[in-house]
């Protein structure tokens, strides 16, 4: 059981919401997988067997719910519970005993009135069976027990039980996935001591929640957090000892994280990357330093590329008394150049109003690499590999030969390059597991917390690399054929003999192909696209004048549509509908409510499987609805 619940820790798992007792909104449409391809990739990967990572287990249940689709769902777990009935041990079925409640309880809205009690105390019933089979030891199945019980009205006589639940969620806050899971453990105590007039409780849980309402339409598990100052953040902050004595990652403190390595003298101080800018680099520096007393002095700052967000905070580190050499790959200008080319305004929504472009564009290496090189710091020897990889021209491995620790930056970002510049290469991401393949690193770390843990061994990307190959062909295929890009995430394209693949492997591959699709579809069309797009020069208001002046659809209309869409799970369609209406609705407040729920409902759907898609929604409603971690996690900083 010990071993299991570390093995839930290693992954955030899922959000899901919960409407009961209230009015069911009207549906337009039966939803179709083919609108929601994770939807029916997850379905597909679940169906093989039960999965070895419970992540993808709840992250098709949140897929459902955030659709609305109860129903489905209820469907379909209880038959894969069904299907594989022999075969589970207790805490297998209990995971799946809670999915099935949490949708039960999602869906009571839509059962009949005459049986909707029967049906609530039935869900509840399978929570109390799930505590049985963990002994009430698992921390997933006391957090859902005690949400759903907080949610239930008072003549259910489930109050007490949840106030017990989540008073152990609390007390028990390290065995959570991640600290993040909290926020809903304090929102739904505040909401009980609400309840029971206790409102200095209720304030108090309110507070450390992080969210300022008293209601709320979505749920967030997610360790991820907007910050208009300082921007995106993976994680709480933590200064972890991944090689004792020797290697110290710092995730929390910015966009990307932090290494410092001890060398083997103990004599000099290492650093992977500088960061996003210096204010983050001095914070996460002054961490390491209370965290572990008599650092050496920091003399080499070794860049796996030249992006914003690992060269930017460079000119703290150069401010050190000890005036560190950075190391980088030798064409760094030209990544420099294209980094100059970005979005500012985008650039805002991913690392803060206080990210200055000019902290990065005068960034240099004073030493430069152009071919494989070995090099010596302390004692500790370095091998600089230059390498292609997915996302940049300047990419280098920072090898540890001795250690087995190999650093590879952002070869596997996902996007394969930020997604609002022209780069990235899924060749060069493909040349680059063959690279990974050859050194048989021990441990791979990466220039962000989610990837270290996606991407984690050779093993996963030799075969992650063979379904990319694959995934590529594809794609060139249809596009030649004339198929939009849109249809061909909608094939659901699923590599042959993908079940015998681990669930490692399926949660990379999930992560990967949407934005594999979208970069290919990228580069390998000109601005006139498949569909006939690129053609026009239409805007929002060209589509807005549509919709008001010839189709003459009035307000309510327009809020009826958008509650439909809403209750159909088409979020996107949903936002793309109120940005045409935007600039003939402006001061419509109920058009306002529904933009700002629809961007709720997409933060939420991606929470945890597309960060950048996560950032841009939440820019979208200007940061009115953060999903901030509580205050007192995002400012610690501890070894652990």
Not at 291 to 314: K, R
Request: hydrophobic share 45%; net charge negative; with cysteine.
């Amino acid at each position: 059981m010990q071993r299991f619940l570390r093995y839930l820790i290693s992954a955030p798992l899922f959000a899901a919401t919960f409407a009961l007792l209230a009015p069911a909104p009207a549906r337009a449409a039966a939803a179709t997988d083919a609108q929601r391809p994770e939807l029916a990739y997850l379905k597909q990967v679940n169906l093989w067997r039960p999965p070895e990572d419970p992540q993808l287990l709840f992250l098709l249940m949140a897929q459902f719910a955030n659709a609305g689709r109860y129903a489905d769902g209820i469907e379909f777990f209880s038959g894969v519970m069904q299907r594989f009935d022999a075969g589970l041990n207790d805490t297998q079925r209990a995971l799946y005993l809670i999915a099935l409640a949490s949708l039960r309880a999602g869906y009571a809205n839509d059962v009949s009135l005459f049986s909707r009690i029967g049906w609530v105390r039935d869900t509840v019933a399978m929570l109390d069976r799930a505590q049985q089979l963990t002994h009430g030891e698992v921390f997933i199945v006391r957090w859902m027990s005690g949400v759903v019980r907080s949610r239930l009205p008072g003549f259910f006589g489930e109050r007490d039980n949840a106030l017990k639940d989540l008073s152990w969620c609390e007390a028990h806050a390290d065995k959570a996935p991640h600290p993040a899971w909290l926020r809903e453990v304090y929102f739904a105590l505040a909401d009980l001591h609400r309840a029971r007039g206790e409102d200095a409780a209720a304030r108090q849980y309110q507070a450390r929640s992080g969210f300022t309402a008293e209601k709320k339409p979505a749920t967030f598990t997610t360790p991820f957090a907007e910050h208009a100052a300082s921007g995106h953040v993976f994680s709480a902050r933590t200064v972890t000892e991944v090689v004792p004595g020797t290697v110290y990652v710092l995730s929390g403190f910015e966009f990307t994280e932090y290494y410092f390595i001890v060398s083997a003298n103990r004599r000099e101080l290492i650093a992977i990357d500088a960061g996003t800018r210096p204010d983050s680099a001095r914070a996460a520096f002054e961490a390491l330093q209370a965290a572990v007393p008599s650092l050496p002095p920091l003399t080499t700052v070794f860049v796996t590329h030249a992006h914003w967000d690992h060269v930017g905070g460079h000119s703290y580190f150069r401010s050190l008394a000890s005036a560190p050499r950075f190391v980088g790959r030798a064409n760094f200008k030209d990544e420099l150049a294209l980094d100059a080319s970005a979005n500012p305004a985008t650039m805002r929504q991913f690392f803060g109003t206080r990210f200055n472009l000019a902290d990065v564009l005068s960034y240099h290496a004073d030493t430069t690499v152009e071919r494989a090189t070995e090099l010596v710091v302390g004692g500790t020897r370095f091998e600089l590999l230059p390498t292609r990889g997915g996302e940049t021209d300047d990419a280098m491995l920072i090898h540890m030969p001795d250690q087995g620790v190999l650093f590879v930056g952002d070869i596997l970002m996902p996007y394969l390059g930020a997604p609002f510049v022209e780069e990235g290469s899924l060749d060069g991401m493909l040349a680059a597991i063959e690279q990974v393949h050859a050194l048989k690193p021990r441990l791979l770390l990466h220039g962000h917390e989610p990837l270290t843990r996606i991407f984690a061994s050779t093993a996963m990307l030799d075969d992650l690399r063979e379904k990319l190959v694959w995934l590529r062909a594809q794609v060139l295929l249809a596009m030649r054929n004339g198929t939009e890009r849109g249809a061909i995430h909608a094939a659901n394209l699923i590599p042959p003999g993908f079940e015998r693949s681990g669930s490692n492997v399926h949660l990379a591959y999930l992560v990967l192909r949407e934005n594999v699709i979208n970069r290919l579809f990228d580069q390998n069309s000109g601005y006139w696209s498949n569909g006939l797009h690129g053609l026009d020069a239409l805007t929002n208001a060209d589509r807005g004048e549509l919709l008001a002046d010839y189709l003459k659809v009035s307000e309510t209309q327009l809020v009826s549509a958008i509650d439909c869409l809403i209750a159909d799970g088409k979020h996107e369609l949903a936002a793309e509908t109120l940005r045409w209406a935007q600039p003939r609705f402006a001061k419509s407040e109920r058009l306002q409510a529904q933009r700002e729920l629809v961007h709720l409902k997409l933060m939420e759907k991606y929470q945890e499987f597309s960060p950048f898609k996560f950032i841009l929604y939440a820019g979208q409603i200007e940061g009115r609805t953060q999903a901030n971690p509580p205050s007192e996690v995002a400012a610690s900083a501890s070894v652990r």
